[in-house]
Structures are given as structure tokens and as C-alpha cells.
């Protein structure tokens, strides 16, 4: 019997902790662990051992932190760790068919992008090494534990998914909360490790079987997959200078009864855990009915800190981060803003979006490339699950690679070709299928043509190991105006693949109104109609007051909305005359003196004021005489401000921020090439991961009118030199925080000056002086923000042509 | 793992966050305009629903010679941190933070809302500040204690943080974690020394 099998059929027993009994042994503090697998063989023989005798069924392996980055003979280690286990298997004069020798794998000390420094690929590879080294030995499973972020959760899966057929445990450290360090909670980790296909999954370590009982019970609620639970004996306290855990073995035992009773199937215990411990817990628990786990039903999303259900309420899909017909967005794309996008998806979020459709694919564009970054970039800033659009493989499978969460993969559809390459992705990676009702004939004219496909890509999906729950059927809808029927079928089609199907259903549901007339209200009432046959979830532009209005009213009338408190307080916020009052013609200044209006706003950093300003102004006025008549000067005279003391850097940016969004206003208006006033490439230089300062840059050079490319931070020099050359840039800005990471800065300035001697290289930061921007041989170096954009302007000054 | 170690939690409420602290970082000098007074108000209030203060604590055995100091877990050589704690024989070792919540904030605020970004960084330094002041009055409740002493300050290299960290156990029960360039994460943390008078 596999311990997979073994899981679902009876009660399964995990060993306790390993630390404590080392030190006990002589462990010193800050030896490593696993070092005594090959030091002292017979103590680690001994324990595993007594582990065995106390009746636990998986033993793990003291491989918690055996990884290339904390050991250097990582082969010796893990065959000791592994051999030290074996000799005791073969001692054990129990039945050793029952016991599991399992290799074990923490958390690599390291923290993943974006909120740390460490490449998701980084720790694939690292957690790769010692599984290959793990599956020669001969162990029975793989057991991820401790893992306190959702994200490196993932690579180890990962990692050992692909160089091992062994099966894959995974358990989390959770806090008090209920969430990990990074954020998840229980439902999430459900999505995500469900999806990638872990034979069991639940929690360890952190705290004790008292306060584990809450996580455990969510597990149970939520996985289909068998649940264990391993906690620590209770909270560390110190008591005559000596730490003790607050639970005693009995103690223990008996929290681990009711853990037991819930339904969850595997029992262990972690830090200060001992044989004894789980002794207890096999005694007390062994008597109870097995609960054998049960399989739910529900269709989950999941960012990296919540799920989504796609059941109940119907959910809400942004699709305005998607190219197709939307001009500013392809100029971003082609710019390779993607701070464009990130606006675009808060702004989603901050109107009411649940999950966010991402589509990056463009003419010309390398959206293999391009569709990952923007995963990534996207993660860091919002936590909404993400939909990922794309007809090409590739740029599917990396941007599932590296999602963080369990996606809606939009999409597959009833061809043979999309079923070959998009199934396969899926199962690998987890996620929900939107499944499309096209088939090699086309999308069918009728609702039972439509669900006919519909059941053929369920059943393949089926045959490819994927749950009909992992899937979302889109039937699909044309355009009213060219077929009267459109609507009208797509209906029908909703309600008869939701009744005969069993799967919920979603819809792109701008489409009915192309080529009429105010399409807002086709859409609002189309929307409305859709949920009311049973729509799982909208893709729709959640600004749209009118179609914001239907949901809400529907919700509401559906009876999902408890005392009407969505919608009452939407009303309120969202008033139908909302009609904005023209800015008068002039406001008065601090000084006394009257500003004009535009100028008014800028200077004192009004940003929603300012863009409604200059759209006003703009029905009057020559774009070029706001910028340089109102925008310009306001900028300026808060710089002079700034530069006397009057008024600080906070506020200086509040004008910018003012100033940018009149400025995006105006622009519209202006021929392209006017738009801007010249091209800056910045970045943070690598090893540094604060990047406050140079982002305040930013703001204020584009508010003055330069197009900024931003690397971000982190940025290794080949990658400044290779974007410089790329956009033939002439002007790069650099920024460090810190004294560890000017030398990479002093590498990038040489870099740079060797392979672009044209280029001019403006430095800052706070360690940075103007000594040590010579000695490096920067060109420009600013002790502030403004000071950039004095540069800034010196510079294309200078080099106009 | 290592046994000794103490966890602390606080909650904004009650942690006391100085205004003028945040004001310094700023740059600001003088009474706040009041469009600069209301952000550092939503700072506050961003914050407090955002943080999840947490410290974890060891006591150390100290030994010094010279400017050699032995902590038992770890040696060090420093002019500065041997003056700070002359005389003494034992140190605590703490690290605090303020959590994932305003650490993922901050990113997305830098995105979003630069100056609001910039006024919440600041008000989130002094606030890990005064969860610092906090941990130190809790352990100040039975002893005398030096002021506390940073690394990265004075002769003290930042690179000491791996082993600082490593001794506290941190990055298993706080999710602090390192650099290569010897940053924290979250950022808004702190590891300290205490060291104990006359003990």
C-alpha cells in the first residue's frame, strides 16, 4: 500500500520533533542539524527508532534544512539521513511494511520575489537538487513542512513534482490568525496545493494542538484530500532557565483526540515533540472511527493571501487589462509600462472587481516573455486572484509557472489542438478552466450545439485527471446587432450547461452591444439577465456605473446581500447625480494672490481636481498653453517652495501626482511626438531591495513631462546596459539605499561607461555623496528629487537637436 | 528550535507611534500643513489596521575582553557595542517587526499613491520605533538596561544580522529574512542589543 492509499483508508500516524531530542544529545546552538547525519549516525538510528516503536507510521528524514544553500555535501547528507533511517527500519520489530520513510524539506531561509530578493525559478532549482539526490535513495514520499510562504511552497511542489514520481505531503506553519507569514490562509493553500496535485496537505509547527484546532477544522472544511496536522508541543516557556513546551504528552494527546475526531487523517507532532508524545496520541486516538476524507465540490480561485468560490454569489471578472481596442493600453504595452497596467488593475479592484482578467498579447509583442513579468508585476501590488488570457502555450505555461495562487485559465475550447496543449498545462499547474464553446466548425448557432461541446471538453478533461468543478463553461455571445438571436441563445445556453453539466458558467458580457448605441445600458440589462439564468461570473469592466448598478440590484433582489448593506452603501457612494461642478474660474492662493484654476490644483496637489480641471479647460484652450501656462509654472513655484523650506517632500509629490494626471489629460490632446519631453531609464542598482527614492524620482520627472522607463529594483547591470541599448536611451538615473550595495552601483556606472560611452549616467541615494559619484565617474549626481530634474532638463537642454 | 527564545506580540492601539519622529523622516520642520497633518492621520489609521506587531527575545550570556564580546552564540569585535556595554555580563537580543501587512502595502502604495507611499513609510518607521521602545520596556520591568545598539550602527557591520537572526530563530518565527546585501524582510524590523546592568 502507498502512503497515498494508506491515507484515505485509515489513520495515519507522523513522527514528533527532531531538534529538541539533538540538543538533548549535545546539538549545540547554531550547528547544523543535519551535519550529525553523518557524525553521529546511531543517535539519529536511535531516534527514528523510538519513533517507529511509538507507533508513528511516516518517519522523516533530518533533511529539514539540506539544501545547497546551507550545506555543501548535500549528496553525503541526505544518503546518511536516508541510511540512518533505513538501519532503524530494518530493526524495527514491528511491521515494517507500514512505516514510510519520508524525505523531508523546509523552508530555504530565503524569501521569494517580489516581497524579498530570491527568483521563483532560484528556489525551484535549489529545492530540485536535493529531491533528485532524495528519489536515488529510495525514500517513500516527500514531506514539505514548516513552509510559511505560499510561494515557495509552490517551488518545492514544484521541484519535486518534476525530478520524482514519489507522492507529495506538504504541511504550513500558520500564525495565531490562521494565516501564513506571507499573508495566505487556509483556503488558499487548499486551491493552491490541491491544484498542484500534493497527495495530502495541512499544518505544522508554530503553535500548539490547542490553537491548531481552528486550522485544522478549516482544512477539513475545505480539502478534499486527506488532512494532517503535526503541531508543536504547545508554546516554548522558559522555566528555571530552561525552555519547556506548555503541553505534556497527555495534554497532547487528548487536543489531538478532538483533532482526530474532526476528520483529520494523519497525526504527528513538531518542535518538542517527543516519542512519548506521540506514544499518547496513538493510545488515545487509535480506538476512534476513521473519517475518511470528503470530497468537495466548490469552484476555488486563489490569489497568494484568499480563495474565490465561483459558487454562490456570481463573481466579478475585470477585463480592462486586456489590449484588444484599447489604445492607451497597447501604447503602455509598447512601452513596456506595465506601472500602467498596475493602475489599471487597482483601480479594478477599488471598483468592485473580485478577479482580474490579464491579457498582454500584441502584434510584435514577445508575449511568452512579456505575459509572466506582468503575472509578477501584478502579484506585487494586488491580491486579487488573476484570470490568464492567452492563445499561446508558452506564454500560458509560464505565466502559470509562476503565478502565485491558483489562476482561471482563460481559455480552452472543444478543438483538438487547444484540448492537447491547454489540458495537460492545467493538470500540471492547478487552476480553472474557462472552457470555450468553440469546436473545429466554429461556435454552434444553437444552445444544445453549445453544451454538446461544453460536455466534450468536461469529459476530456475528465480523461486528463481534471474535476468538472476546475471547470467554467463561457458560451459565449455575439453581437445583437448582427444576429437577433444572440442574446436570446447565449441565455439558454447558460441554464441548460448549468442544469445538464453541473459546471458553473462565466461570459464576456460587453460583446452583445457592439455597434450600438449607448452600449452601457444594453450591457446593465443583458448583465442582469445573465445572472438571472444563472451566470457564475461576469468578465466586464467593473467602472461601469451602469453595469456596477445591475449587479448590485441584482445581488440585493437574489437575496445576496444580508440587510442590504452592499447595496445601500454602493447607493451612497455612487449617487446617480454625480455630476462634477466646473472648477471656478479662479481660487485663491495661500499667498492671497489668484491662481488659476489648473494651477490652483497642481500646486496644491488636488490630483482628481487637477484631471477634471484640465478636461474642462481643454474645451477652450490650447493643450500646449495649459502645460506650459498652468502646469509647468505650478510645478515650478512648489519647487521653489520646496527648495526654501516652506513646503516638503511629501506635498512636492502630492504636485506631482497632480500634476501627472493633468498632464495624462492634456497629452491626449496633443500629437504624440509633443507629448514628451524626452526618455530617462531608472533603476535601483541590484542587491538593493528599497526602491522609496527612486520611485519619488520618477513621479517628479513625469510630471515634468519626461517618459521614464523604470526597472524596478534589484536591476543587475547587464540588464541596465541591455535596456539602454535596447531603447537607445541617453539618460539613465541610478539609485542605492545603502552602503552594501554601492559597489554594485560603482560596477553598473563602469558598465555602462565602457559599453555606452554616450550615455550620461545621473546617480543618488541616501549614502550617496557628490566624492563618491566622481569617484565612480557618474555623470550627474543629485542630492534630491528635484535635483534630477534639474539634471534632467540641463541635460536635454544640452542635447537637443 | 532554540529554546530560550521569547515571543512578544503588541497591537498598534496602544504602541505609542511619534508624530514628530515620522515628521523628521519627512523632512518636515515646523506644524504640519494640514493637507500633510491628514495624511499622516490616514498613515496611522492604515497602519493600525495593517500591523501585526511582533518580537522574539533571548538573554544572552556576555563575555568582553577588551573590544571582543562573546554572546555565546556568536563573537564579535567592536569598539562601539564593548563601550555600550561595558560592565555588563549578560544582553538580551531581540528582533522586532511590524509583519507582511504594511510590507505588501508599501509596494502597493509606491504603485498607486507615491506621497501617501511615502508619508506611510515614514510613520511605519516610527512606529516599528515605538514597538521597539515597547519591547524595551517590557524587558526593562525587572532590570536595568543600557540603551539599545543596533547593527549597521557605529563599527557594528550589518553582515552580523545573519547571525543575530540566525540566534533568535527569526525568519521561523517572525518570516524575517536576509539579503545577500544583508536587507531585511519585512522592512520595517529591527534586531537590537540590550545589554543588562550590573548583571
Known amino acids: ?801 | 528550535m532554540s529554546a530560550e527564545i521569547t515571543l512578544l506580540s503588541g497591537s498598534m492601539e496602544t504602541i505609542e507611534v511619534s508624530r514628530k519622529e515620522a515628521l523628521r523622516y519627512l523632512g518636515v520642520r515646523g506644524e504640519p500643513a494640514p493637507e500633510l497633518s491628514a495624511l499622516l492621520d490616514r498613515a496611522r489609521e492604515t497602519l493600525n489596521g495593517s500591523a501585526a506587531p511582533r518580537a522574539v527575545c533571548r538573554r544572552l550570556p556576555l563575555k568582553t575582553a577588551g573590544d571582543r564580546l562573546d554572546f555565546g552564540v556568536f563573537r564579535l569585535q567592536s569598539r562601539a557595542l564593548a563601550k555600550n556595554m561595558a560592565g555588563c555580563g549578560e544582553s538580551f537580543l531581540f528582533a522586532a517587526t511590524l509583519g507582511f501587512g504594511p510590507e505588501r502595502l508599501l509596494l502597493r502604495l509606491q504603485k498607486s499613491e507615491p506621497s501617501f507611499a511615502l508619508v506611510f513609510d515614514a510613520w511605519c518607521s516610527a512606529a516599528v520605533e515605538g514597538w521597539c521602545n515597547e519591547v524595551n520596556a517590557r524587558l526593562a520591568q525587572n532590570e536595568t538596561l543600557r540603551p539599545r545598539f543596533s547593527p549597521g550602527y557605529g563599527d557594528v557591520p550589518l553582515s552580523l544580522q545573519r547571525d543575530v537572526l540566525a540566534a533568535l530563530d527569526a525568519q521561523r518565527k517572525l518570516g524575517i529574512t536576509l539579503s545577500d546585501t544583508f536587507f531585511m524582510t519585512p522592512c520595517k524590523s529591527v534586531t537590537a542589543f540590550v545589554g543588562i546592568s550590573g548583571s
Open chain 1, 1 to 801: 500500500m502507498t502512503i497515498t492509499e494508506r491515507l484515505r483508508i485509515c489513520r495515519t500516524y507522523f513522527d514528533g520533533g527532531m531538534g529538541t531530542l539533538l540538543q538533548k544529545e549535545g546539538l549545540r546552538a547554531g550547528e547544523l542539524p543535519e551535519t550529525w547525519n553523518l557524525t553521529h549516525p546511531s543517535v539519529l538510528e536511535e531516534i527514528h527508532l523510538a519513533y517507529m516503536e511509538a507507533g508513528a507510521n511516516v518517519i522523516t528524514s533530518n533533511t529539514f534544512g539540506a539544501n545547497r544553500l546551507k550545506l555543501n555535501n548535500l549528496d553525503l547528507v541526505i544518503r546518511a539521513a536516508y541510511d540512518n533511517m533505513a538501519r532503524a527500519k530494518a530493526r524495527f520489530g514491528g511491521n515494517s511494511d507500514d512505516v514510510y520513510l519520508a524525505f523531508d524539506m523546509g523552508p530555504l531561509g530565503k524569501l521569494l520575489r517580489p516581497l524579498g530578493d530570491f527568483p521563483f525559478e532560484d528556489a525551484v532549482d535549489v529545492f530540485a537538487e536535493s529531491v533528485r539526490v532524495a528519489a536515488a535513495c529510495g525514500f517513500d514520499l516527500i514531506l514539505i513542512e514548516t513552509m510559511s510562504d505560499l510561494y515557495e511552497t509552490k517551488a518545492a511542489v514544484l521541484a519535486a513534482k518534476e525530478n520524482c514520481d514519489l507522492p507529495v505531503i506538504v504541511t504550513n506553519a500558520y500564525d495565531e490568525s490562521g494565516h501564513l507569514l506571507t499573508g495566505a490562509d487556509v483556503p488558499a493553500a487548499v486551491a493552491v496545493l490541491e491544484g498542484l496535485g500534493v497527495a495530502a496537505l495541512g499544518a505544522n509547527c508554530s503553535l500548539g494542538p490547542q490553537q491548531m484546532k481552528d486550522i485544522a477544522a478549516q482544512y477539513v472544511q475545505c480539502a478534499s484530500l486527506p488532512v494532517v496536522i503535526n503541531p508543536n508541543a504547545g508554546l516554548p516557556q522558559v522555566k528555571d532557565g530552561k525552555t519547556v513546551f506548555d503541553v505534556d504528552a497527555d495534554g497532547f494527546a487528548a487536543c489531538m483526540r478532538d483533532i482526530a475526531k474532526t476528520g483529520v487523517c494523519g497525526l504527528g507532532g513538531c518542535c518538542g515533540t517527543t516519542p512519548d508524545y506521540i506514544r499518547k496520541t496513538v493510545a488515545a486516538t487509535r480506538g476512534l472511527p476513521f473519517v475518511p476524507p470528503e470530497e468537495k465540490h466548490d469552484t476555488v480561485v486563489a490569489s497568494y493571501t484568499h480563495a474565490v468560490s465561483l459558487c454562490g454569489v456570481p463573481k466579478l471578472i475585470g477585463e480592462r487589462i486586456n489590449p484588444t481596442g484599447k489604445k492607451k493600453l497597447q501604447a503602455a504595452l509598447r512601452a513596456h509600462d506595465l506601472g500602467y497596467l498596475v493602475r489599471e488593475a487597482i483601480a479594478q479592484q477599488e471598483a468592485g472587481a473580485q478577479i482580474l482578467d490579464v491579457n498582454v498579447g500584441l502584434g510584435g509583442l514577445d508575449e511568452a516573455a512579456l505575459l509572466p513579468e506582468t503575472v509578477e508585476e501584478l502579484q506585487s501590488v494586488v491580491d486579487l486572484p488573476l484570470q490568464i488570457d492567452t492563445v499561446r502555450p508558452a506564454a500560458l505555461e509560464r505565466a502559470l509557472r509562476v503565478y502565485n495562487g491558483k489562476p482561471l485559465i482563460n481559455s480552452v475550447n472543444a478543438k483538438e489542438e487547444s484540448l492537447a496543449t491547454v489540458l495537460p498545462l492545467a493538470r500540471k499547474y492547478g487552476g480553472v478552466l474557462i472552457a470555450l464553446t468553440i469546436g473545429e466548425d466554429g461556435i454552434p448557432a444553437t444552445a444544445e450545439g453549445r453544451c454538446a461541446l461544453a460536455k466534450k471538453i468536461v469529459d476530456r478533461a475528465a480523461a486528463c485527471g481534471i474535476d468538472k468543478k476546475d471547470i467554467v463553461v463561457d458560451p459565449l455571445c455575439m453581437a445583437v446587432s448582427a444576429d437577433d438571436n444572440a442574446a436570446r441563445v447565449t441565455l439558454e445556453a447558460i441554464r441548460l450547461i448549468r442544469e445538464t453539466l453541473g459546471v458553473g458558467t462565466c461570459l464576456g458580457v460587453s460583446n452583445v452591444s457592439f455597434a450600438l448605441p449607448e452600449r452601457q445600458d444594453i450591457n446593465a440589462a443583458f448583465l442582469a439577465m445573465a445572472l438571472q439564468s444563472g451566470l457564475s461570473c461576469a468578465i466586464m469592466n467593473p467602472c461601469s456605473d451602469e453595469m456596477m448598478r445591475a449587479y448590485r440590484c441584482f445581488c440585493m433582489l437574489q437575496g445576496f446581500d444580508p440587510h442590504c448593506e452592499s447595496y445601500i452603501s454602493f447607493a451612497q457612494t455612487h449617487p446617480r447625480t454625480a455630476a462634477v461642478s466646473a472648477a471656478a474660474p479662479t481660487q485663491p492662493a495661500d499667498d492671497g494672490n489668484a491662481l488659476p484654476p489648473l494651477m490652483y490644483a497642481v500646486a496644491k496637489g488636488l490630483q482628481k481636481q487637477a484631471a477634471q480641471t484640465a478636461k474642462t479647460l481643454l474645451q477652450t484652450e490650447e493643450p500646449l498653453s495649459l502645460i506650459n501656462e498652468q502646469i509647468v509654472p505650478a510645478l515650478n513655484l512648489v519647487g521653489e517652495r520646496f527648495r526654501q523650506g516652506s513646503l516638503f517632500l511629501p506635498q512636492l509629490l502630492m504636485s506631482a501626482e497632480a500634476a501627472a494626471a493633468a498632464f495624462d489629460t492634456v497629452s491626449a490632446k496633443l500629437p504624440q511626438a509633443d507629448g514628451k519631453k524626452g526618455t530617462i531609464l531608472l533603476a535601483t542598482v541590484q542587491g538593493d531591495v528599497h526602491d522609496i527614492g527612486k520611485n519619488i524620482v520618477k513621479v517628479l520627472l513625469q510630471s515634468y513631462g519626461y517618459a521614464v522607463l523604470d526597472l524596478g529594483k534589484d536591476v543587475p547591470p547587464q540588464r541596465v546596459l541591455e535596456a539602454a541599448k535596447e531603447t537607445g536611451t541617453k539618460l539613465v538615473g541610478l539609485s542605492a539605499l545603502m552602503t552594501t550595495t554601492l559597489d554594485a552601483m560603482a560596477e553598473t556606472v563602469k558598465l555602462l561607461k565602457k559599453e555606452l560611452p554616450g550615455v550620461f549616467v545621473m546617480v543618488g541615494g541616501a549614502v550617496l555623496t557628490q566624492e563618491y559619484a566622481d569617484l565612480i565617474g557618474a555623470d550627474g549626481y543629485s542630492k534630491d528629487a528635484m535635483g534630477a530634474v534639474a539634471l534632467a532638463d540641463r541635460f536635454f537642454a544640452c542635447n537637443e537637436t
